[in-house]
């Protein structure tokens, strides 16, 4: 199981419109896919929940020792793709675990438990900061996603991000790493979002070749419940998650994207 944490501590930037439309056309492919929603704005949870949650994430920091992760996994509309949901409790989670000694690694444990792969991938959609939940997304995640907004401001948190990323993996995750970073709302009308996406290329060489293109139908699918591959099939958006898809697929074989439970 490729278990990735979808961060960035910028707003805006498309991690949860990727977690989704990239799980959705994953499981359009065949694979299995897992969301955990760890956002206390809890936008994955309202996109794709075909029914309540609950506290969701909430309850397994709260009582991780009565709660486990595969009894908060709930089916979606979606063929392939199940969700771990949240609600607005998680925001007392961050300062909850912040006092609690080794809070870092209550997903990682969880994950452990789920036992023999039910997934091929589980993508864990991050809160907007580096605080105590996204540092348990980067304890618990083999690899980290990261999409950027064409815009020159978007790049001037990878840098910070990068040092976040080597300092969970000299200190709680030594396999953790960048395995992709994704150009985001693309608008090839002008100079500016072109020129940004080379300098993604120039300076992280972990770009994908994949650019998702500014598309009205991905901002408006998400009130439709469904993801973009299912309201506008036609659509750019549509294209570009299935070609981030097929691009994603194809890292599988070339590192040893083991287990947690094997490591």
């Known amino acids: 199981m490729r278990t990735i944490a979808v961060v960035n501590q910028k707003g805006g930037t498309g991690k949860t419109t990727t977690a989704v439309n990239l799980g959705a056309a994953l499981g359009e492919r065949g694979k299995r896919v897992l969301l955990v929603d760890l956002d206390p704005q809890y936008s994955t949870t309202s996109w794709v929940a075909a029914r309540p949650v609950g506290r ?4 397994l920091f709260a009582d991780p020792e009565g709660t486990t992760l595969s009894g908060l996994i709930h089916p ?14 998680l925001v007392g989670a961050e300062r909850a675990l ?7 690694t209550v997903l990682r444990d969880q994950i452990r438990s789920l036992g023999a792969d039910p997934f091929d991938y589980l993508f864990i959609d991050c809160p907007p900061t580096l605080g105590v939940l996204t540092v348990n997304a980067l304890t618990a995640a083999r690899e980290v996603l990261v999409p950027v907004e064409c815009h020159v401001m978007g ?3 990878l840098a910070q991000l990068q040092q976040t990323v080597a300092l969970v993996r000299k200190r709680l995750n030594p396999h953790l790493h960048i395995s992709g970073v994704l150009a985001c709302r693309l608008d090839k009308r002008t100079n500016h979002g ?6 993604l290329r120039a300076r992280f060489p972990e770009t994908y070749r994949t650019a998702i293109r500014e598309n009205v139908r991905l901002a408006e699918c998400p009130s439709m419940g469904v993801p973009v591959s299912a309201y506008a099939p036609a659509s750019t958006g549509a294209a570009d998650y299935q070609a981030l898809a097929d691009e994603v697929i194809s890292q599988e074989g070339k590192e040893a994207y083991g287990t947690i439970e094997n490591e």
Not at 76 to 89: K, Q, Y
Not at 194 to 199: A, G, H, R, S
């Open 155 to 157: 790049l001037q948190g």
């Open 194 to 199: 072109p020129e940004v996406v080379d300098q």
């Open 98 to 104: 912040a006092t609690i000694p080794g809070a870092e």
């Open 56 to 59: 969701g994430v909430f309850d």
């Open 76 to 89: 979606t509309a979606v063929d392939r793709l199940a969700l771990v949901g949240v609600s607005a409790w």
